[in-house]
T-cell receptor, first 112, second 110 residues
Framework: DSGVTQTPKHLITATGQRVTLRCSPR?????VYWYQQSLDQGLQFLIQYYNGEERAKGNILERFSAQQFPDLHSELNLSSLELGDSALYFCASSVEGGGEQYFGPGTRLTVT | QQPVQSPQAVILREGEDAVINCSSS?????VHWYRQKHGEAPVFLMILLKGGEQKGHEKISASFNEKKQQSSLYLTASQLSYSGTYFC???????????FGKGTKLSVKP
């Protein structure tokens, strides 16, 4: 158990819908990262937050947005969902930017 | 710039050794190694920092050649539990984000 929690574990929704994925980092970690992993694909970095502020952005679609709240939990919002958005979404946290990252169990999103 | 890992896949017998390589076209601040077992989340193995400081796993070692912008992960006397996909991640700088390679799938057979 990494100490990072993600909810929900599974999510099935239809095209065009909007969903919110939630992540709670390890106690004491200030950085939160979001990754997308498609079937048999690597980890695609989406976005990083550090203590409530956006720190770095990867290949995140305009339909996707995220935020980190004062209690340091983070949410990833995915809207106008397409079939291609079906993937495993991981959240990771670290004490600081650049340190070892601890991954949550992931949220498996299926868009039908 | 995504780091390049090689080989893409390797099959070993228990007790055999393996080397996984990771190279980047950019100057590196640090290299991270993670292992992901099927259906699970990636797990941190090791960080190699510019300047030679190494943190990590007790049974797996790694090297970091800053000049060549390369890192290698060494798995010796492999065990069944070593099976999984190994990802290297590279940092261009302390303010940047970690970029992962496509992974190396390691299968250890009895």
């Amino acid at each position: 158990d990494s100490g990072v929690t993600q909810t929900p574990k599974h999510l099935i929704t239809a095209t065009g819908q909007r969903v919110t994925l939630r992540c709670s980092p390890r106690s004491g970690d200030l950085s939160v990262y979001w990754y997308q992993q498609s079937l048999d694909q690597g980890l695609q970095f989406l976005i990083q937050y550090y203590n409530g502020e956006e720190r770095a952005k990867g290949n995140i679609l305009e339909r996707f947005s995220a935020q980190q709240f004062p209690d340091l939990h983070s949410e990833l919002n995915l809207s106008s969902l397409e079939l291609g958005d079906s993937a495993l979404y991981f959240c990771a946290s670290s004490v600081e930017g650049g340190g070892e990252q601890y991954f949550g169990p992931g949220t498996r999103l299926t868009v039908t | 710039q995504q780091p390049v890992q090689s080989p893409q896949a390797v099959i070993l017998r228990e007790g055999e050794d393996a080397v996984i390589n990771c190279s980047s076209s950019k100057a590196l601040y640090s290299v991270h190694w993670y292992r992901q077992k099927h259906g699970e989340a990636p797990v941190f193995l090791m960080i190699l920092l510019k300047g030679g400081e190494q943190k990590g796993h007790e049974k797996i070692s790694a090297s970091f050649n800053e000049k060549k912008q390369q890192s290698s992960l060494y798995l010796t006397a492999s065990q069944l539990s070593y099976s999984g996909t190994y990802f290297c991640g590279t940092y261009g700088g302390s303010q940047g984000n970690l970029i992962f390679g496509k992974g190396t799938k390691l299968s250890v057979k009895p």
